[in-house]
C-alpha cells in the first residue's frame, strides 16, 4: 500500500519575493499627477506614507512560512470536517437535533470555503508554498460564480479601481445606488428591498455580475469575451446545481422505505439552507466592509497617475472594518479586516491583525481616519446609506435619466476625449 507522502517544509523567507499587488491607476496620454489626497498631506508625505506601507508589507513578505502553510491546512480540514458532519446530518431527517445540527455545519463549511479558503486564496495570497491544494491560479470554489470571472472582477478589476465611479464594478454592483455619486434611476427606490433579495441569493449575484452582460450591451467587451463569460457560468451552474439539488437528494431515496417520501426534500431544502446561510454571511461581510456611512468613493480624473502612496490612501479611505473576537474573523475570511485585506490583498489574511497595529500608528501619524465598528453598527450603517440614497434627489443632475444629467455625462465624456487629444497632440507633432 502506497504511503501518503507529506508536505515538504516551506524554506523561511519563501515569501520574499511573492508578489501579487495590483498596480496603481496609470494614464499614458497625461503627465498630470493624481490628486488623491492633497487634503490631507502633500506629495512628498503621499510617498512617504507609500514607503512605509511598503516596507510593512515586505516584513510580512520576509516572515511568512511554515506557520502559515500550516495555518490554511488546518482552516481546510476544518472546512472538510464540517462538510462531512453537515451531509451526514442533513441525512438524519428523522431526528431533527441532528437534522438542523447537520444543516449548521454544512453552512459552516460553505462559509469557510468561500472566505477564509476561497477568496484569500484566489488572491494568490498562498501561492509562494508551491502547493497545488492553495493555488489561486487553479482553485475553484464552492459557488456558482466560476474562479476564472471572479478573479478578473475581483482582484483585478475592485482591488486595482477601488471605488472609482465609472471604473470599479462593485459601487452598488450594478443594482444599488450606494453613493451620492451616483446616478439615481426608478429602480433605486427600492434599495432596500433589492438589496434583501440580493443577500439571499448573493452567490448567484456574484456569478451574474461576472457575466458582465451590462458591459457587453455597451460595446464594453466583445461578444467572444462576453460567450466565453456565458459558457463558463452555465458550466459551473450545471455542476453546483447538480451537486447540491440533484445529487444529494437522490441518494436521500434510499431514506424513503425507512422515513417516508419527504426524506429528499428535506435533504434539498438542507442543501438551499446551507446555501442561504454561506449568502448571508457573505453579503453582511463585504457590504460592512465597502457600503458604511464616511467610506469614500473618487472621480477617475483624480486617481490617474496616482502614486503607491496615493493607491494605498485610496484603499484606506475606501474602505470599512469590523471588530470582533478571533474566531469571528476566521468567520469572515479576516475580511472584517477589510481595510488591510484592500492595503495588501495578496498577503495571507491571517496577518492582517498584526499588520492592523502599523495601519492604525499611520493612521495617527497623518491624521487619517480609520473606520471600523462591530456588525451591528456596520450593518445599520449600511442599511441607513441604501434607504438615504434610495430616495430621489432634489438635484436634477444626479438623476440618471434627466436631460440635465445626460447633458452633464455627454459634457464629461467630450472633456475627456478633448484632453486625451491634447496628450496625443504634442507626440504627433514630435
Known amino acids: 500500500m502506497a504511503r501518503k507522502t507529506k508536505n515538504a517544509p516551506i524554506k523561511p523567507r519563501s515569501a520574499s519575493q511573492h508578489n501579487a499587488a495590483p498596480l496603481t491607476l496609470i494614464n499614458k496620454d497625461s503627465t498630470k499627477p493624481a490628486t488623491i489626497g492633497l487634503e490631507y498631506m502633500t ?3 503621499l510617498d512617504e506614507f507609500g514607503r512605509e506601507l511598503d516596507v510593512v508589507r515586505q516584513r510580512v513578505l520576509d516572515d511568512l512560512g511554515q506557520k502559515d502553510a500550516d495555518y490554511i491546512r488546518r482552516v481546510i480540514k476544518v472546512q472538510k470536517a464540517s462538510e462531512v458532519l453537515g451531509r451526514v446530518g442533513i441525512f438524519m431527517p428523522f431526528y431533527w437535533p441532528a437534522f438542523v445540527l447537520g444543516i449548521a455545519f454544512l453552512g459552516l463549511a460553505k462559509i469557510l470555503d468561500n472566505m477564509e479558503i476561497g477568496h484569500n486564496v484566489m488572491h494568490g495570497q498562498y501561492d509562494w508554498m508551491n502547493d497545488p491544494m492553495v493555488d489561486g491560479k487553479r482553485y475553484e470554489w464552492d459557488n456558482v460564480a466560476p474562479a476564472q470571472d471572479w478573479k478578473h472582477g475581483h482582484n483585478y478589476i475592485h482591488h486595482t479601481y477601488t471605488n472609482i465611479h465609472g471604473m470599479d464594478r462593485d459601487i452598488g454592483y450594478n443594482l444599488l445606488r450606494i453613493d451620492g455619486d451616483q446616478p439615481w434611476y426608478a429602480t433605486h427606490r427600492f434599495n432596500l428591498p433589492l438589496a434583501f433579495v440580493l443577500m439571499m441569493v448573493f452567490e448567484w449575484g456574484v456569478m451574474y455580475h461576472g457575466v ?12 467572444a469575451d462576453f460567450q466565453a463569460r456565458k459558457k463558463r457560468a452555465m458550466k459551473k451552474i450545471r455542476k453546483q446545481v447538480f451537486k447540491d439539488y440533484i445529487a444529494w437528494p437522490v441518494l436521500g431515496l434510499a431514506l424513503v422505505p425507512f422515513v417516508g417520501w419527504w426524506a429528499p426534500l428535506a435533504i434539498l431544502g ?12 457573505t ?3 463585504i457590504f460592512c466592509g465597502h457600503f458604511p456611512a464616511e467610506v469614500q468613493t473618487f472621480a477617475e480624473e483624480d486617481a490617474q497617475n496616482e502614486s503607491r502612496g496615493q493607491w494605498y490612501l485610496r484603499q ?3 474602505s470599512a472594518n469590523i471588530s470582533g473576537s478571533k474566531p469571528f474573523h476566521v468567520l469572515t475570511g479576516n475580511l472584517s479586516y477589510q481595510i488591510e485585506h484592500h492595503l495588501f490583498p495578496d498577503i495571507p489574511a491571517r496577518r492582517y491583525p498584526e499588520v492592523a497595529v502599523d495601519v492604525h500608528r499611520l493612521v495617527e501619524q497623518y491624521g487619517l481616519q480609520y473606520n471600523t465598528g462591530r456588525l451591528s453598527k456596520q450593518m445599520l450603517s449600511v442599511a441607513r446609506q441604501l434607504g438615504k440614497y434610495g430616495a430621489k434627489p432634489s438635484d436634477p443632475y444626479k438623476i440618471g435619466n434627466s436631460p440635465e444629467s445626460k447633458a452633464l455625462r455627454r459634457a464629461k465624456r467630450e472633456e475627456a476625449a478633448r484632453r486625451a487629444e491634447e496628450a496625443r497632440a504634442p507626440q504627433l507633432t514630435s
Do not use: S
Not at 458582465?212 to 461578444?223: A, F, H, R
Not at 438542507?270 to 454571511?281: D, E, F, G, L, S
Open 43 to 45: 506629495y512628498e508625505q
Open 316 to 318: 484606506l479611505l475606501g
Open 212 to 223: 458582465e452582460l451590462d458591459q457587453y450591451l455597451q460595446g464594453k467587451i466583445t461578444k
Open 270 to 281: 438542507a442543501n438551499v439552507a446551507a446555501n442561504i446561510i454561506r449568502n448571508i454571511w
Open 283 to 285: 453579503f453582511c461581510i
